[in-house]
């Protein structure tokens, strides 16, 4: 889908009031049928666990797999304007696919399914690495995944700006962060130790860029669609891109493969155009360390308990593997 016909298809959601969302499959099929397309379902239940989503899964007429979704809250319709302008962007310029929204309304928006396999599945009893080993992934995903965050990369942060994509300068994104960890103190907790050591990273020049890029944003596991030889073919979710600090895209690297896998990746990443700075592993290193920041402030700010509490879980699992 050409960057036009995204916008085209986009339409205003501050002119129709917010739909809660449908509670049923039949519910939310028939706003797409609305919306011009006939789908079926391929499940009997609403996917209910994303936090912004309900989602259905369906087929068209000619079998091709679908997805469709209906936003939680009114604020989710203004995030998915500036998503579909990003798809507009990154679409034609990534060597994978990302989602072609065929039908965006305030109140359903739907495309065709990706090809692949996450990389993680969430489950009840926990997550399922599928296809790719996080402890040690293999050339074939560190080389697709460096190819693919440099071409996002490349792309200029002006051509994001002029799409409407939310950006920030480094001195903001450094101000942001330090306002997050005062915050997020009282909820959080954090030990006196971790408290200097985020401190320590914010205030060293040499570590910080001096440029910005554009992100994905929350690049974890589950967004990404894997082929069966662990090959990135596809991105998922593109609610958080931002232009902000390189290093946001690479940190969860660092947090799901580990500091080595960085390494290798930052060497192809490199050779395939993307620009890298001496302090640039540190950097994304000491990032994940105050993830857990930027997780409580987003809790705090929804007030979503059982985020909180996955924030502090996970600092402390940042604290005792220091």
Known sequence: MSEKSYVNSTLDPSAESFHPAPTTVAELL???RRHGHALAAAGAELETMGLDFVVAHAT?????????????????????????RVLALVGPRLPVAVPDWQIHAPDVIAYPRIAGVPAVTVTAAGPQWNIVDPAAPSPEFIESMARTLAALQAIAPDSAAAQGVPTATIAAARARLAAAMAATREALQPSPRMWARWHRWLESDALWPTHTALVHGDLHPGHLLLADDARVIGVLDWTEARVD?????????????????????????????GVTWPGLAEHASERWAASAVV???WALRRDHVEAL??????????????
Do not use: N, T
């Not at 509490?309 to 220091?322: E, I, K, N």
């Open 295 to 297: 997780a409580a402030e």
């Open 245 to 273: 600090d390189p290093s946001i895209d690479l940190a969860l690297v660092v947090g799901c493969f580990g500091r080595d896998a960085l390494e290798r990746l930052l060497g192809r990443f490199a050779a395939a155009g």
């Open 30 to 32: 028939a706003r797409a």
């Open 309 to 322: 509490a996955y924030s502090r879980a996970h600092l402390a699992a940042l604290d005792a593997a220091d």
């Open 60 to 84: 068209d007429a000619a079998g091709v797999p679908w997805i469709v979704r209906a936003p939680r809250r009114p604020d989710v319709i203004a995030a998915a304007r500036v998503e579909a």
